[in-house]
């Protein structure tokens, strides 16, 4: 007897809400995305990856070709993911300009790289001096962290700690992003493991 092949028809999703997240880096960021994926099966998130260019403006440059071609539908959010470092005001005040468009739209910075947000799951990351310093303490959990992030080593309730350190260290929140050591990543990850309605 021949095996039936199941095949999805084409148009239909299976999840409820779709993330759309452009980043700077090329392994990080997506592998810790991937490890949201992980979560519940009714929330997807396609962390686009980067090319050489990680600029902010060319962040949002590939976000926006993306949308152009995937439509969001109102429960799906698209989020622009970038470092402080060494990018002037002027070029991160262009990406929460276009996060301020559309309700869906969101804008998460972190002081003073995306490795501090990792740093958070854990410990509180005070007296982080710079970027370096703060590559320096994630090596003493995650030795292979400027590669990619292996998913056994973050877990549910260390997320649920980096989104608490992260709120607490943004008191009052800010609206853009932080100007001292800090991230507004815990406002993306929060809306990833909302329930779905």
Not at 39 to 49: D, F, I, N
Not at 123 to 134: F, K, L
């Amino acid at each position: 007897m021949k095996r039936r092949q199941f095949r999805r028809p084409s148009g239909q999703r299976r999840y409820r809400r779709l993330f759309f997240v452009a980043a700077e880096g090329r392994n990080t960021e997506p592998s810790y995305f991937a490890i949201l994926n992980d979560q519940q099966s009714t929330v997807h998130v396609k962390c686009l990856k980067g090319g050489k260019d990680s600029a902010p403006i060319y962040v949002l440059k590939r976000l926006d070709d993306y949308l152009k071609e995937e439509r969001l539908k109102p429960t799906d959010e698209a989020w622009l993911v970038v470092d402080k470092n060494h990018w002037p005001d002027e070029q991160l005040h262009i990406l929460y300009t276009w996060s301020t468009k559309k309700p869906n739209y969101g804008f998460a910075v972190s002081n003073p790289k995306f490795e501090y947000w990792l740093l958070l799951h854990f410990e509180d990351g005070d007296n982080v001096a710079d970027s370096r310093d703060c590559s320096a303490r994630l090596r003493r959990y995650l030795p292979d962290s400027d590669k990619s992030i292996c998913t056994r080593n973050i877990t549910s309730s260390m997320i649920d700690d980096a989104v608490r350190r992260a709120r607490q260290r943004d008191n009052p929140s800010c609206s853009d992003w932080p100007r001292t050591t800090g991230t507004t990543m815990y406002k993306l990850v929060q809306n990833i493991r909302r329930p779905a309605n």
